[in-house]
């Protein structure tokens, strides 16, 4: 699935700019001075990556923002690695601001404030939900807002090589294929994270991503006894991992609701399965249980998603990526 916005069609300068504002502001607040064009040009799309979002964006002199506030309001645990592939522009964390020169991948905790000033710049995205990045020493939230040359080392060359080959393989990968494609982007990323002076992995943060990995994998079957039994663990540290989720069950719920979602908001309503059978699939004792779960989270029961949400996709694409985001 793709979410595209293009601004060809808009003749008038500032209806251009006002369109541009807006579809940024699920993720930033937009500034663009006064007398500043958009160039017709301008564009960013986002492809659907089952486990992450890629992106694309040609933009013109602007200022993003994710103030304190957007931040808290919208809790999202997810990074955003970024490569700036042309332009000039100013990168601020806490005040501080350092420029990209150069070709340079810049990591956004999207659970953090960050500035930034383009003159005009394009580049490519990768949004990465937290529970997939393998520990290291120290967080990976150290890595908001810094800027790494991408050909600072082989590992960054790689990443920068194989994001640009994104751009195409997004588009005509089979499903099998975009499951490896997935597999190897993940394990590229992590390869850019854990630096070369890095002893030793966190070994309770890289178990804790084998075993969300895993619990995506086999969402239907999944339960305590099972990840004790592949991972041999006893019960008191596979629930310490889980800690910050509310519990392992709370996090396999909540999973497991999210898969639902993404099946009834892509699929016509002459392709839905049947909400019990959905219920089944997606590892629910029975279609009373997951009806009232997803309501709890959702506000809506499954069957109203189709009217709810379905014509929104075309007229909102800003409201779907931010969902597209909050699923992954």
């Given at each position: 699935?793709?979410v ?5 069609h808009?003749s008038?300068?500032?209806?251009r700019?006002?369109?541009w504002?807006e579809?940024l ?13 958009v ?12 486990q992450l ?7 013109s ?16 645990d997810?990074?955003v ?5 042309s ?9 501080s ?46 890595w ?25 393989s ?35 943060a890289?178990?804790g991503?084998?075993?969300r990995?895993f ?16 991972f ?8 310490k ?13 909540e ?35 997951f ?11 499954p ?18 990526l931010?969902?597209w985001?909050?699923?992954?």
């Amino acid at each position: 699935m793709i979410v595209d916005y293009q601004f060809q069609h808009i003749s008038d300068d500032e209806k251009r700019r006002r369109a541009w504002i807006e579809s940024l502001s699920s993720f930033f607040i937009t500034t663009i001075e006064a007398d500043a064009i958009v160039p017709p040009t301008a564009f960013h799309r986002y492809h659907h990556m089952n486990q992450l979002v890629f992106g694309e964006i040609d933009a013109s002199a602007q200022t993003i923002e994710r103030t304190p506030a957007m931040v808290a309001a919208q809790n999202l645990d997810h990074v955003v690695l970024r490569l700036y592939t042309s332009g000039r522009t100013n990168i601020s964390v806490s005040g501080s601001p350092s420029e990209i020169t150069q070709p340079s991948f810049v990591t956004f905790d999207l659970s953090q404030p960050i500035l930034s000033e383009t003159k005009g710049m394009t580049g490519l995205n990768l949004a990465i939900p937290r529970r997939l990045l393998e520990g290291r020493v120290g967080d990976v939230s150290a890595w908001h807002g810094q800027i790494v040359p991408s050909v600072s080392s082989p590992i960054t060359k790689l990443l920068a090589d194989h994001f640009a080959n994104l751009v195409q393989s997004v588009r005509v990968a089979t499903p099998a294929q975009a499951s490896h494609v997935v597999s190897a982007t993940i394990a590229l990323c992590n390869a850019m994270f854990l630096s070369e002076t890095d002893s030793a992995y966190n070994q309770a943060a890289v178990t804790g991503i084998a075993i969300r990995q895993f619990i995506e994998e086999n969402l239907a079957t999944i339960d305590a006894e099972l990840l004790m039994a592949r991972f041999a663990l006893s019960r008191t540290p596979l629930y310490k991992l889980f800690d910050a989720d509310g519990g392992v069950y709370t996090y396999i719920r909540e999973r497991r609701l999210a898969r639902a979602m993404q099946i009834l908001t892509r699929s016509s309503s002459e392709r839905r399965p049947p909400i019990r059978r959905l219920a089944f699939d997606c590892g629910f004792e029975n279609e009373q249980v997951f009806s009232r779960a997803f309501r709890r989270k959702y506000g809506l029961n499954p069957s109203e998603v189709d009217a709810e949400r379905r014509p929104d996709v075309a007229t909102e694409h800003t409201s779907l990526l931010l969902s597209w985001m909050k699923d992954l």
